[in-house]
């Protein structure tokens, strides 16, 4: 008996010592700074002790700063000695004022002891696992393992993704639900890739087992609606609208741009590609006009033409505009609070900011009221004269030459714009656009550098003859370069005029004279002023008619786009650091750079924006890749991996599936080749994508958001969706693609900006029923339903769009007259039925491809008798509400009141 | 902490915050109004029944995002009315008397005073122009106020004025954009989102942030100036007008009655309610409810946008013209709307930007029109909200984006036909009257020809701290966040201006 007890007491000692030994070993025990530490930071100690201030010279945002010394001498964290780290001292302080944090509540004792057992085991800093490399993962295979590999948990997994889903269900005793039924899946499917409900072959064959679900993958994502309905996605990030933005808000001809992403998207392009032609295409080497358009992306920053505004600090902000977006849209990370402080949370350091400012400051456009630089289209007889122009300089001067005119032809570049002028006498800049001189006027052009040109080239217009202009080298006494006569012109007009060959960087000293005139008149309005190479060969015979025909293709009018041009290097700007983000107060000059904490520079990019956009799509940058996959994931489940779209730096919301994010960004660079309908085709092929989303109380209590995936995806549509399905089931839908951008009809008086920028003139024909990507964009006032139903307005870049359920969205569809016209001709659809009941039958099922329930049916019956009865009662009211229409009887007014109602209900306003 | 612990510290946190708003499927009805749901209680009942399970666990905002809540703190008034004079007014012509500018009408700006300015007209070295309006003191205050404006002399003991407040942008779209969203950039939300955020409206049949608009135009920066920014967009200023539809798509298309529009709204959501004992979604909850609101706005909205109701004196006093668009009427209505429970309302009355250009942005004369248009009815809105009781829970603000110059501007540095005055942030007059609001008070004094602070200088964001105080929220703690960090509507500044409040 005595025995018995002490081998009891032997083997529990053995336990307890097995346990204590074990949970000394155990991983978890070793703090994790990521995981344990950082949170702790940001939440309690990081406003005081990080990018904004350093209380008492200590940060804790950077690794170097929390072990350097502080103000009281020494460091606070002393690694392995938590007892005698001031750090860990303070947080126990008794007296409230030397407590930290300073004037709170005592840090909790978890808190507290997790901190000292940091320092205690060596304080070892770690990055945030945004800012680490996605690691190889194993795909796990929990279905086997675990012992619930029932047949339903077998039938759920169709790919990879499905273990990873899977997984964390089993973790939290969960299980997958079943798959929809196969028209709800083909309805989910086919909006998720086009944004269009299936078509009727499509749905037809595929719930008839003509064909499987793969086949239907691959048809939907080889339609040109795959392109259009992710175009719009895309053109949220790319905050693409109609119009400049601002006060004015005049209209811009941003459509290229737009058609050039669908056509990408449609075409495939690889991500890495598709990033690199809009962030650097006019870097490539003899960049085509495809990849030309491709640079609009950052010409889509608002333009402010608002009167007394400065130029330069709007081109100033545009500059860091796409700072900001490029991070935001490829590194998920919002760079812009580093404009006045190193960045709260994360590790970007304020000098950091203007290193990246550096790359895309030296670009031509310069807020200008014209837009410029704008690529020109020519038509294809006076696209082969541009090229006869192009072969004959090549030929009789060089290449070189050559290419400085095709591109002057093309673009326009480089030129100096009016508004740099400066010390005006009897002059100013008119309506801050346009040099203007009065009689005896003049003022300065600083820091030209003419090239050595033979030619000043000039855009003015002018409605006064005979005005001697002189422009000298640097003053009034200067030696004269060049001197001529202006005279009216018919509008604009660019001209040139012989000029004195000079290599210097000169300031020019313009001067304007004609003493016939009031001397309040300005001799005329000055664009800009431009200077090309020399062609020495111009006394060839044939160049007059070279030279001609460059003249009168200069002036033509074509069709234009802005784009993005580089600086030449005699034009480049320095980038100073402004102090606390303020413009006008410039510091140090920097270069370009990108942000330490990231991964390295290859020295083979070059220092521009070719070579950050390479940076970007590198293999060994932490967060293009990820941060693509989350958006597509969101764009398909209604919520990312990592829910903070904008944001995966350690403030970010942790990602539901770690594991699988790193999966996807891994597989969709290496396996996928950056293929984003790889990516797409991917998710849709889950067995998660696959589940039926009904839901029950158990399942939303535990999961309201549907982050661990136990159930499929059910979203309200998006704005372009919405009208889009409407247009489809009702028949009116056009599928015409690309082309200037529609103004279907919207409710009058909705335009009512400061200046008059246009009118919102009403497409006729096909063009009132384009998909809505096509709708006219005007900034300032947005198509209003689309603003309804959450579309922004594209001032800035959109990553996330927040989605509401309200009563405006409700008036909109059951009101707007777009949406009656569609009811009217899905009504006209269902009169072809035999009776009434299959009148409404026919329409339920087309709208929402399900077989109506006969609940649902004596609904909507007695909601036609009820119209119907009405409608005899008063016959007028018929012509009334469809007025669009002759000859429609009480029976059609009344389906088509059912109709309406069909298209407003949640089945059909949702993706289910 | 495996996920599933996580799941529910978060569920938990998510309870907590709901604090008292929290509400069963059970109670989802008394959200709701009582078009047709005896059968939606059913299927509540029903669906509780059949579910062992349990409940789905809701707040009321789920169901409703515009749910009425109360603010952290005490506060002094529930609704808030704020005129804004797009353009910037005068400050010089209307309450910052200046008689020292008078004496120097005329004289050339000393330079010293130009150093280091940004205008966005004046070029070149101005001369002075003095005040061109006449100025008295009124009330037993004893505050300034000018001929241009004698209704509202009447009512100077009312208000508390700010004389000094200032902003560093002086360009239209950027300084409207930081009065109304507290940064000079697009993206940020209005103070009227930010407000019908936090505290939801107290009237389910109106939208909780309304916006009306007079002088034909809209606001420079465009709808921005109302936008929600990052906050949802439920919470963003809806536009009443006065031609056309009150709210867009409000009214039923033409040949369809009222209580057909009832039947087709019985229908679909019938049939959603159908379509929820399916899917346990809440957000069909949320659909069913914003139809029904849908119904009840299309009765309240054009019932309280019609001002032919009221009273003739209550018209006369205002000086309304109905059918027209103006500002009198907008008076009215923010009373009107305020009276039934609408937490924001937001006017706009655009032509204020007197440059001198041309007669309408003359000084002395299109100023002085656009003055006579404004005096009686903000007068008379002062008035009647007393007379009704509603002035001590409401808060009337008033203001431009920023002030104008002393100097007359001389546009391309070329003298002008008519009088006109620059942009000018440096110091400029706001007001304030209503609940909490210290009767009679004036702070902030600037310099003797009123171009720069001398005393009690406030920033665009002090006043949005005072209004935030006003309504119970203290601007530092009440935050949004996103993209990784907590935004306010005051950034990181913002101070209460205690000296003007009661």
Redesign the interface.
Same mark, same amino acid.
């Given at each position: 008996m005595k025995k018995k007890v002490s081998y009891g007491l032997l083997f529990i000692g053995i336990i307890i010592l097995i346990i204590s030994v074990w949970s000394l070993l155990k991983p978890s025990d070793t703090v994790d700074f990521s995981a344990d530490i950082k949170p702790i930071l940001n939440k309690n100690c990081i406003t005081c002790h990080g990018g !904004?201030k350093k209380s008492g010279g200590f940060s804790l945002l950077f690794e170097e700063e929390a072990f350097a010394d502080t103000e009281s001498g020494g460091p606070a964290i002393i690694p392995g000695n938590a007892a005698k780290s001031p750090f860990i001292q303070r947080l126990k302080e008794d007296d409230p004022e030397l407590r930290m944090p300073y004037k709170k509540s005592k840090l909790s004792k978890e808190d507290i002891e997790l901190l000292t057992k940091w320092v205690d085991q060596g304080a070892k800093w770690g990055k945030h696992w945004a800012y680490t490399l996605p690691e190889k993962v194993e795909v796990p295979k929990a279905a086997q393992s675990a012992g619930i590999s029932s047949g339903d948990a077998q039938g759920f997994i169709k790919n990879d993704i499905d273990h990873f889903i899977l997984r *964390?269900l089993e973790? &939290?005793?969960l299980e997958p639900s079943p798959p929809a039924e196969q028209n709800v899946l083909a309805r989910r499917l086919s909006l998720d890739i086009t944004g269009l409900p299936p078509d009727d072959s499509l749905f037809n064959d595929f719930t008839t087992g003509k064909i499987t679900y793969e086949n239907m993958v691959d048809e939907l994502l080889s339609r040109d609606a795959y392109g259009e309905k992710w175009a719009s996605w895309w053109l949220d990030h790319a905050r693409y609208a109609d119009t400049k933005?601002? /006060?004015k808000?005049m209209g811009r001809t941003m459509w290229r741009y737009r058609d050039w992403v669908i056509k990408a998207l449609n075409n495939d392009m690889p991500f890495d590609r598709f990033t690199i032609e809009q962030l650097a295409g006019d870097l490539l080497p003899d960049p085509s006009v495809d990849q030309l358009i491709a640079t609009a992306f950052h010409r889509n920053t608002?333009n402010?033409d608002? +009167?007394? #505004?400065?130029d330069e600090e709007f081109r100033v @902000?545009s500059v860091i505009d796409r700072v900001n977006t490029t991070f /935001?849209v490829w590194q998920s990370t *919002?760079i812009g609070?580093v404009q006045c402080h190193s960045h *709260?949370?994360?590790p970007f350091k304020n000098r950091e900011y203007y290193n990246l400012m550096a790359f895309f400051n030296n670009t031509r456009d310069e807020d200008t009221s014209e837009d410029e630089p704008n690529l020109r289209f020519y038509s294809g007889e006076q696209q082969e004269e541009v090229d006869r122009i192009y072969q004959w300089i090549a030929k009789n001067e060089n290449w070189e030459v050559a290419k400085a005119y095709y591109n002057f032809l093309q673009y326009s570049e480089p030129i100096y714009h009016a508004h740099l002028a400066k010390d005006?006498t009897n002059g100013?800049l @008119?309506d801050t656009k346009w040099l203007a001189l009065r009689d005896n006027g003049s003022c300065y052009l600083p820091d030209v550098h003419t090239q050595g040109a033979d030619h000043i080239y000039l855009k003015y217009s002018s409605s006064i003859d005979g005005t001697k202009v002189t422009i000298r080298k640097d003053n009034a006494q200067g030696e004269i370069l060049s001197q001529f006569t202006t005279n009216r012109t018919k509008g604009r007009e660019i001209q040139k005029f012989p000029f004195k060959r000079t290599d210097d960087k000169i300031n020019l000293y313009i001067e304007a004279d004609n003493d016939r005139i009031s001397p309040?008149s300005a001799t005329s309005y000055i664009s800009w002023f431009a200077f090309l190479p020399e062609i020495k060969a111009g006394d060839n015979s044939g160049y007059s008619q070279i030279d001609d025909s460059f003249m009168k293709l200069l002036n033509s009018n074509t069709p234009t786009l802005p784009i993005i041009i580089e600086n030449p290097d005699y034009q480049k700007r320095a980038t100073q650091v402004f102090e606390r983000g303020n413009w006008l107060m410039k510091t140090d000059t920097v270069e370009p750079a990108t942000p330490q904490s990231l991964n390295a520079w290859n020295d083979a990019w070059p220092k521009n924006r070719l070579g950050l956009s390479k940076w970007l799509v590198s293999k060994e940058n932490p967060l293009t890749a990820r941060t693509l996959v989350n958006r597509v994931w969101q764009q398909i489940y209604g919520r990312g991996i990592v829910a903070?779209l904008?944001?995966m +730096?350690?403030?970010?919301d942790p990602p539901?599936h770690p594991e699988l994010l790193d999966w996807l960004a891994l597989r969709f660079m290496n396996e996928h080749n950056w293929s984003v309908k790889a990516l797409v085709k991917d998710i849709v092929m889950s067995g998660t994508y696959r589940q039926s989303?009904?839901?029950? =109380?158990?399942l939303? &209590?535990?999961?309201?958001e549907n982050r661990?995936y136990a159930r499929g995806p059910?979203i309200?549509l998006g704005a372009e969706q919405i009208r889009d399905q409407a247009l489809a089931v009702s028949g009116l839908l056009s599928t015409k693609m690309y082309g200037p951008s529609v103004m279907p009809p919207q409710? /009058? +008086?909705i335009w009512?900006? !400061?200046y008059n920028g246009g009118n919102w003139v009403e497409s006729q024909g096909e063009d009132r029923y384009r998909k809505a990507v096509y709708t006219y964009l005007k900034?300032?006032?947005p198509y209003?339903?689309f603003? *309804?139903f959450?579309a922004g307005?594209r /001032? !800035?870049s959109t990553v996330r769009r927040?989605v #509401?359920?309200?009563?405006?969205?409700?008036? !909109?569809t059951?009101?707007?007259?777009v949406y009656?016209e569609t009811a009217y001709h899905l009504a006209k659809f269902m009169a072809q039925g035999s009776n009434v009941d299959n009148s409404i039958r026919h329409g339920y099922r087309k709208a929402v491809l399900a077989d109506i329930?006969d609940?649902?049916l004596n609904?909507?019956k007695?909601?036609y008798n009820?119209?119907l009865s009405?409608f005899r009662e008063?016959p007028?009211? %018929?012509?009334?509400? %469809?007025?669009f229409e002759t000859g429609t009887d009480a029976n059609l @007014?009344a389906l088509t009141?059912v109709a309406? =109602?069909i298209m407003?209900?949640?089945?059909f306003?949702?993706k289910? | 902490m495996n996920s599933l612990d996580r799941l529910i510290k978060e569920k938990l946190q998510r309870e907590i915050q709901a604090r008292t708003r929290r509400h069963f499927i059970k109670d989802c009805v008394a959200g709701m109004g009582g078009l047709a749901m005896g059968s939606f209680f059913m299927s509540c009942n029903s669906f509780l029944g059949n579910n062992e399970k349990g409940k789905i666990a809701l707040t009321e905002r789920d169901v409703n995002p515009l749910a009425s809540m109360a603010p952290p703190f005490p506060a002094k008034v529930k609704s808030v009315i704020y005129l804004h004079m797009a353009g910037a007014p005068s400050q010089l012509e209307m309450f910052d008397y200046k008689p020292a500018l008078q004496k120097l009408d005329g004289q050339v700006t000393p330079q010293s005073m130009l150093e280091g300015k940004k205008f966005a007209f004046i070029r070149g070295t101005p001369k002075l122009l003095g005040p061109q309006a006449e100025f008295k003191q009124h009330g037993e205050s004893g505050n300034w106020v000018s001929n241009f404006l004698p209704h509202f002399s009447k009512v100077v003991d009312e208000v508390a004025f700010l004389k000094a407040v200032n902003t560093d942008q002086f360009n239209h779209g950027p300084a409207q954009l930081f009065m109304h969203t507290g940064s000079p950039r697009l993206g940020r939300p209005s103070i009227g989102s930010w407000v019908t955020y936090g505290l939801g409206s107290e009237n389910q049949n109106l939208p909780g942030f309304v916006v009306l608009t007079s002088g034909g135009k809209t606001p420079d920066a465009g709808k921005s100036v109302w936008g929600s920014g990052f906050l949802p967009s439920v919470y963003q200023g809806v536009q009443c007008r006065s031609k056309g539809d009150p709210v867009l798509y409000i009214d039923d298309p033409k040949g369809i009655a009222r209580n057909l529009k009832k039947s087709t709204i019985d229908a679909i959501n019938n049939i959603n309610k159908k379509e929820f004992d399916e899917y346990s979604d809440p957000e069909i909850l949320a659909r069913i409810n914003q139809y029904e609101m849908a119904y009840r706005m299309q009765t309240a909205v054009p019932e309280v946008m019609n001002i032919n109701n009221e009273p003739e004196h209550i018209k006369e006093m205002y000086g309304v013209r109905p059918g027209k668009e103006s500002f009198a009427n907008n008076c009215l209505l923010a009373r009107k709307l305020v009276e039934d429970g609408v937490r924001f309302v937001q006017l706009f009355d655009w032509g204020w930007d007197s440059h001198g250009t041309g007669h309408d942005t003359a000084i002395d004369l299109g100023l002085r029109n656009k003055c006579t248009e404004i005096d009686r009815p903000m007068s008379a809105l002062l008035l009647d909200l007393k007379q009704r009781g509603l002035l001590d829970e409401t808060l009337v603000v008033w203001g431009g984006e920023f002030g104008r110059t002393p100097m007359q501007e001389n546009r391309e540095g070329q003298e002008m036909a008519y009088k006109g005055r620059d942009h000018h942030g440096d110091a400029f007059t706001m007001w304030m009257a209503g609940g909490g609001i210290k009767k009679g008070a004036s702070w902030g004094i600037t310099d003797e020809i009123g171009f720069s602070a001398l005393e009690g200088q406030v920033s665009v964001h002090d006043v949005h701290a005072t209004m935030m105080h006003l309504l119970g929220f203290d601007h530092e703690q009440f935050t949004f966040d996103f993209q990784g960090r907590p935004f306010r509507l005051t950034d990181v500044e913002g101070h209460v201006i205690h000296e003007i409040l009661a």
């Open positions: !904004v *964390t973790n &939290n005793g933005g601002y /006060e808000d608002m402010n608002e +009167g007394g #505004t400065e @902000a /935001e *919002t609070c *709260t949370y994360d005006y100013n @008119a309040k903070s904008e944001d +730096g350690s403030q970010s539901s989303s009904k839901n029950n =109380a158990r939303y &209590n535990l999961d309201p661990l059910r309200r409710p /009058e +008086g009512q900006t !400061v900034r300032t006032s209003p339903s603003l *309804t959450d307005s /001032e !800035v927040t #509401t359920n309200t009563p405006l969205q409700a008036l !909109v059951l009101n707007d007259p009656l329930s609940e649902k609904v909507l007695e909601l009820t119209s009405d008063k007028k009211n %018929i012509k009334e509400f %469809i007025p @007014a009141v309406n =109602a407003n209900l949640d089945e306003l949702t289910s | -």
